[in-house]
Every structure is written in C-alpha cells, then in structure tokens.
C-alpha cells in the first residue's frame, strides 16, 4: 500500500493516483505533486527521489515483484540522466545557463559568510562581513 500510494504503476486504481509525484517526462519528480500550483513548480530534493526510487527497487526485490523492481531500476536511470543534466552540472552542461556552471548544483543559495574581529581604538569589537550570494535557478517546467 506505501509505494501504491506514492509510486502506482496502474493508471485507473479507484484509491490511489498514477505515480503520484514522479514525472515520467521530466525525468524526476516535483515538490508539490504533478500539476503546477500559484508558485510553479519545484524539485526540492533529488536526493529524497533518488531515494524513493531505490526503495521502490528494493521493496521490488525483497517481496520478489520484479517488475516493480524492474520500475525502481527504470526510475533511477531516467533519474540518474534527468539530475545531472538539470541540477548536478558539469562544465560541459548545456541546460542551464552558462553563468550558473560554476555553482554545479542548481537551486541552491550559496552563502560564503567570513567574519573577522579587529579591535579598534576605543577597545570595541567590530566585525566585517563578506557576502557572496549566487542565484538559484530552477528545472524546465
């Protein structure tokens, strides 16, 4: 019943949805579900769906269902293909924009916070703050 309700392989079940979250076209799964809602849509964790795909594999082999197991193995291919092309880039990515090569993982805020303590005349503590912040671009939708 847990992977019929987040990851069912039959389409007109009268309880459960067709693989609730996982796109079979985008290659991974989304946040919020399939359909787009006020906000867009987003890929919060590709390890949390890397992982559910290899617990639908692994749940496939231990009650000897191969074609779930079949499913999970399916699942983390077309994940393995869709993270690196989409979230995980090389230098050579051709998805994203070329200014968001260098951060290698997309969707994440990159904070480099270093404080430095210096006392000044009046024996007071102050500190310098350097920020460098990247912007977090999103999958295709």
Same mark, same amino acid.
């Given at each position: 019943?847990?992977?019929?309700?987040?990851?069912?392989?039959?389409?007109?079940?009268? @309880?459960?949805? =067709?693989? /609730?979250?996982?796109?079979? @076209? %985008?290659?991974?799964?989304?946040?919020?579900?399939? =359909?787009?809602?006020?906000?867009?849509?987003?890929?919060?964790?590709?390890?949390?769906?890397?992982?559910?795909? @290899?617990?639908?594999?692994?749940?496939?082999?231990?009650?000897?269902?191969?074609?779930?197991?079949?499913?999970? &193995?399916?699942?983390?291919?077309?994940?393995? /293909?869709?993270? &690196? %092309? @989409?979230?995980?880039?090389?230098?050579? &990515?051709?998805?994203?924009?070329?200014?968001?090569?260098?951060?290698?993982?997309?969707?994440?805020?990159?904070? %480099?916070?270093?404080?430095?303590?210096?006392?000044?005349? %009046?024996? /007071? &503590?102050?500190?310098?703050?350097?920020?460098?912040?990247?912007?977090?671009?999103?999958?295709?939708?």
């Amino acid at each position: 019943m847990l992977v019929r309700d987040a990851g069912n392989s039959v389409e007109n079940d009268a @309880y459960f949805p =067709f693989s /609730r979250g996982f796109d079979w @076209y %985008n290659g991974h799964s989304w946040a919020k579900g399939l =359909f787009e809602s006020f906000d867009g849509k987003d890929q919060e964790s590709t390890s949390e769906d890397t992982m559910f795909a @290899y617990a639908i594999k692994m749940w496939g082999q231990t009650t000897r269902d191969a074609s779930m197991e079949a499913r999970g &193995n399916l699942m983390l291919g077309i994940l393995g /293909r869709s993270l &690196n %092309n @989409y979230f995980l880039m090389e230098e050579d &990515n051709v998805n994203q924009p070329a200014n968001f090569i260098g951060n290698k993982v997309t969707g994440i805020v990159s904070l %480099n916070l270093s404080v430095s303590t210096k006392v000044d005349t %009046n024996r /007071r &503590n102050s500190c310098s703050r350097t920020r460098s912040i990247t912007q977090p671009t999103s999958a295709p939708t």
